[in-house]
């Protein structure tokens, strides 16, 4: 009998503690874009920086309208990434800016460049390609578009530092195949139409084990004349 009255008085003191603490008022999360974007940090961190996963890219840095038009991308599903198509699928378009404005503004550091694991003769081929192309097969230099610096234009060339060589390499190859497309014409589609395996192997090993320039910001918009007309750059 003792021990059923014990029982009982334990419960009823839980189930006061229960209501109290349902009586306490919820803390508001504070209504800042930090906190909004906390679905993001998991795979491209607290400031776009990336994680230790290869294949979620940097974010930090890139124009806004680089980001904004990869979140309208994944928010219509011409982009194709589940968990990105069903994160951003109810976000209206202005939302999808500020997210993108956000990003573009942090300036964390860059990683450590990547050690490359190819040879000196493929890295060759990608430092080739990158700064200087090859007419022959009608690939124009990745610098021409990206910038001599590598960190893009604004306000929709994206920067190609600070990302690894599987990403790059999956990106390249997306384009290639049609599996990543943009509005057109698609100059990406385009040129990574023109590499074969090895150069996409290339380049990516070379991008990837870039030092950081001293100034990460894109360039201004006109700083320098693409080599075609592309779609997702305002002519």
């Not at 776009?48 to 974010?59: C, H, M, S, V």
């Not at 097969?137 to 060589?165: D, K, Y």
Request: charged share 15%.
């Amino acid at each position: 009998m003792e021990r059923r009255w014990f029982y009982v008085a334990l419960l009823s003191v839980g189930g006061l503690g229960l209501r109290v603490g349902f009586a306490q008022p919820a803390e508001e999360a504070p209504d800042t874009m930090e906190a909004r974007v906390m679905a993001c940090v998991p795979c491209h961190g607290a400031k776009g920086e990336g994680t230790d996963n290869a294949y979620f890219p940097r974010l930090a840095g890139k124009p806004a309208g680089y980001l904004a038009n990869q979140l309208h991308a994944f928010h219509t599903g011409r982009r194709h990434y589940p968990p990105m198509n069903y994160l951003l699928a109810y976000f209206p378009e202005d939302y999808l800016k500020q997210i993108a404005e956000y990003f573009a503004a942090q300036r964390p550091p860059l990683p450590a460049p990547a050690d490359p694991a190819v040879s000196k003769d493929v890295l060759e081929r990608g430092e080739s390609l990158v700064t200087h192309g090859d007419a022959a097969a009608g690939v124009p230099a990745c610098s021409s578009c990206h910038g001599p610096h590598l960190t893009g234009m604004e306000p929709a060339i994206p920067g190609l530092l600070g990302l690894r060589a599987t990403y790059i390499s999956a990106q390249l190859g997306a384009w290639r195949y049609g599996t990543r497309t943009a509005a057109g014409p698609d100059c990406m589609q385009i040129v990574a139409g023109h590499l074969t395996e090895d150069d996409v192997k290339a380049v990516a090993a070379f991008l990837a084990a870039r030092p950081a320039p001293p100034d990460l910001a894109p360039a201004p918009q006109g700083t320098f004349i693409l080599p075609f007309a592309c779609g997702s750059e305002p002519q």
